[in-house]
């Protein structure tokens, strides 16, 4: 199935939005219209992302044929066709201006991605991207702060890439540079903050308190009336792991996979494992 079918509905009304703007090739006309560097748009001026810096943001996002990418700000269109063409992605662009989205979707139609790629008029702070599982973006500072809490509640594991710019206090997970300019990346993390009650499958149960900033997380371990500081916590996505010493001093490796107020796993030592299940109350 490809996207057009996967997505009927949605392409369907982008359709009817792009012929009321008077999209090229719809009465057999050309788009005559060409962007300049440094055009004004809604809130930042176009200046298209190298192309050398998008693909190593494609690549350091680990963008797959089964991924839906969304770009915010997707002037030209180049990382929405780039995205399809050498990975085989489906993607969608946001553009504010309507004369450069009807520029970027000829270039959709000249690549021949058009089963894959669309670009619609939007305002990216009213457009819901929220099913992306990869996010790509060249704003400013203010505008992607004011962007995070939006992104903070997608799915855990959506990739987020910004050329050149931060996200304001949320440090990034991986760093790709050119000779002339840089892209972060961040992983949507699980929320995982607050107090949990581990059940394992043979044993007493524990409670755990985390807390959290962005992915970076800590806590600590009760049981029997005492608190234990967990070791080596770490979170990415909805993967969470950390170590504790029980009281017969065994070191315990703790994995699970957040799902909501829920979470499950293995509580591993010395070659036992015992599956768990938790709750966060």
């Known amino acids: ?10 392409w369907a009304i982008s359709c009817l939005l792009l012929c009321s703007i008077g999209w090229a090739q719809t009465a057999g006309t050309e788009v005559t219209y060409k962007p300049t560097l440094g055009q004004m748009g809604k809130d930042v001026m176009w200046l298209p992302t190298p192309k050398e810096l998008v693909d190593n943001m494609l690549s350091m996002a680990q963008v797959n044929d089964q991924d839906l990418l ?15 063409k050498k ?9 504010y201006n309507p004369k450069l989205a009807a520029f970027a979707q000829q270039k959709v139609i000249e690549a021949g991605v058009q089963d894959k790629v669309r670009i619609v008029h939007g ?37 987020v890439v910004s050329h050149d710019f931060d996200m304001v206090a949320w440090e990034p997970d991986a760093i790709t540079q050119t ?25 007493a149960p524990f409670g755990v308190r985390l807390e959290q900033v962005f992915q ?9 009336g005492q608190e234990q500081a967990l070791v080596g916590a770490q979170l990415q996505a ?15 490796t703790v994995k699970a996979t957040v799902q909501g107020n829920r979470m499950q ?8 494992v015992i599956d768990f299940t938790a709750h966060r109350q």
């Open 179 to 203: 000779a002339r300019s840089r892209a972060m990346m961040w992983v949507v993390p699980a929320d995982v903050a607050g107090n949990w009650t581990f059940q394992p499958s043979n044993g």
């Open 123 to 159: 305002d990216i702070f009213q457009t819901d991207f929220s099913q992306a599982t990869v996010l790509t973006l060249y704003l400013l500072p203010e505008i992607n702060y004011q962007l995070r809490p939006t992104i903070l509640k997608m799915k855990p594991g959506t990739r």
């Open 265 to 272: 796993g293995q509580d591993t030592s010395i070659g036992h």
């Open 238 to 252: 909805d993967r969470l792991s950390f170590q504790y010493v029980a009281a017969d001093q065994s070191i315990h």
């Open 1 to 10: 199935m490809n996207f057009i079918q996967k997505t009927g509905a949605a």
């Open 216 to 224: 970076r997380i800590g806590g600590v371990r009760r049981f029997g």
């Open 87 to 95: 990975h085989g992605a489906r993607a969608v662009g946001i553009e």
């Open 70 to 84: 969304y770009d915010l700000g997707a002037g030209d269109g180049v990382i929405a066709i780039t995205a399809a």
